[in-house]
């Protein structure tokens, strides 16, 4: 196993924490939260994988994906804090509320 | 600023109790949710983790099509030869999607949301200072990553981050821009990079045939003018999204970087 292969693993890894966090948890921010964890753990798998083989260079293209992609998950987040902070000032908690268990 | 504020109040919340009648049923739930869930994310994870395995030893074709058509891409970095002209649309798009993010926090307008009033105190020396020294320091970085972009890592989603940055460093040491230049001229930077993008979008299809397909002897200078706006409007997006606050037109305006 090459370095490129472990750290892809430990962004698979880094993905299932964070979508298991993002089904466990109801708070809003720690949701938001899980969200960019696993987004980090895309990030971790395509910028590993660029560089698979030792004396090639790195593939380009899953490079400026994460270069792009980062940026719009910051814009994406500020959106999502935003929005959380409407739902916490509507219902004064942020988090979402079952409606059946009501 | 006035984001933060408000998400750390949210933040206090976290370890409330999840607002439920029953607190002993919920931990039921939850307790029986992660029984279930855990073998399920687990095969998923073993599936992913195989997937990644799987891949073959070396990335077939792409690299070899970048670096083949690297000498018509008016730049010498493959990663921003990738970024800005061989998958010129995905970042006119990406653009595009930074200020539709900025738009829907705009149109959401937190401030009927704020109930607390906003601590307003002087920064300290130290941080005066300190913001006075970096901010130049910081402008000048993104230059340099912005020029270097056409060689070497960098480009200008680093340099615009880094632009945001010390718009928001300003925010914090409480520095604010004069109302007149957040009304017009802040709406024009935000708009600059996506409406040069496609302007030029427009132009190459007129007279190229294809989409930011730039004629080959002046892709370095199309590239240039782009990465420079896009930087920006990058810069001013997210220094925006940060304060979270559509600025007001009139009086009592807010402010960006």
Not at chain 1, 8 to 28: K, R
Not at chain 1, 80 to 102: C, F, I, N, P, Q
Request: aromatic letters at 6%; one cysteine or more.
């Amino acid at each position: 196993m090459n370095p490129a292969m472990f750290f892809a693993l430990i962004g698979v890894g880094l993905f299932c924490l964070g979508l298991f966090s993002l089904i466990i948890n109801s708070h809003l921010l720690r949701k938001i939260l899980a969200i960019n964890i696993m987004g980090s753990g895309v990030f971790l798998v395509l910028v590993a994988l660029a560089k698979r083989a030792e004396n090639m260079p790195a593939d380009p293209v899953p490079h400026a994906m994460v270069i792009t992609g980062i940026v719009v998950a910051i814009s994406a987040t500020a959106l999502a804090l935003t929005l959380m902070l409407r739902v916490a000032s509507e219902t004064g908690h942020a988090t979402l509320v079952d409606e059946a268990e009501k | 600023m006035l984001l933060t504020c408000n998400i750390q109040q949210c933040a206090m919340q976290l370890d409330e109790p999840v607002y439920c009648a029953n607190t002993g049923n919920s931990m039921n739930r939850k307790l029986f949710l992660i029984i279930l869930l855990l073998p399920l994310l687990l095969t998923l994870a073993a599936g992913l983790g195989y997937a990644v395995l799987s891949l073959p030893e070396q990335p077939q074709y792409l690299p070899e099509l970048v670096i083949d058509n690297m000498h018509e891409s008016g730049v010498s970095h493959p990663v921003t030869a990738v970024l800005l002209n061989f998958r010129g649309y995905d970042t006119l798009l990406e653009m595009v999607v930074l200020l539709l993010a900025l738009l829907a926090v705009w149109s959401l307008d937190i401030t009927a949301s704020r109930n607390k009033t906003r601590h307003k105190s002087a920064p300290g020396l130290v941080l005066d200072t300190l913001t006075r020294l970096l901010t130049p320091v910081l402008i000048l970085v993104t230059a340099y990553l912005l020029w270097v972009g056409a060689h070497a890592p960098g480009g200008a989603f680093q340099a615009g981050s880094v632009l945001a940055a010390s718009g928001v460093l300003l925010l914090l040491a409480g520095w604010r821009i004069s109302d007149k230049l957040t009304a017009f001229p802040l709406r024009i930077i935000l708009i600059a990079g996506p409406s040069m993008f496609i302007i030029i979008s427009v132009l190459t299809m007129l007279f190229e045939g294809h989409l930011l397909k730039y004629p080959v002897a002046q892709a370095g200078l199309f590239i240039v003018i782009l990465e420079t706006l896009a930087t920006l409007s990058i810069g001013a997006t997210l220094a925006a999204l940060f304060i979270g606050v559509r600025p007001k037109e009139s009086n009592k305006g807010r402010q960006h970087e």
